[in-house]
Nanobody
Framework: VQLQAFGGGLVQAGGFLRLSCAAS????????MGWYRQAPGKQRELVAS???????NYADSVKSRFTIARDNAKNTVNLQMNSLKAEDTAVYYC?????????WGQGTLVTVSS
């Protein structure tokens, strides 16, 4: 199983990015999926999730700014991030929900400059 996150980069505060998670060896549509992030010096946290039925949930810190969606045809889970803030700077990962320790990939770095 591989969950490869990509789409990160450097963006100014107030800008936007769209992350994608390409799944192989697993069907994202058959699993509850989540986007996680780890900022420097902090623990990894769940920021958004989507269940098999399509129910979404968000951390309070990203609610109304981030949108998680699944593309079943491409077997991807995407995270649209708008109105980015400096505190959104982190490495972003995707994994199942709850996370499987064997599925962590390298993540994708998002850097928001203020």
């Amino acid at each position: 199983v591989q969950l490869q996150a990509f789409g990160g980069g450097l963006v100014q505060a107030g800008g936007f990015l769209r992350l994608s998670c390409a799944a192989s060896g697993i069907f994202a549509s058959f699993n509850d999926m989540g986007w996680y992030r780890q900022a420097p010096g902090k623990q990894r946290e769940l920021v958004a999730s989507i269940t098999r039925r399509g129910t979404t949930n968000y951390a309070d810190s990203v609610k109304s700014r981030f949108t998680i969606a699944r593309d079943n045809a491409k077997n991807t889970v995407n995270l649209q991030m708008n109105s980015l803030k400096a505190e959104d700077t982190a490495v972003y990962y995707c994994n199942t929900l709850p996370p499987n320790r064997h599925y962590w990939g390298q993540g994708t770095l998002v850097t928001v400059s203020s």
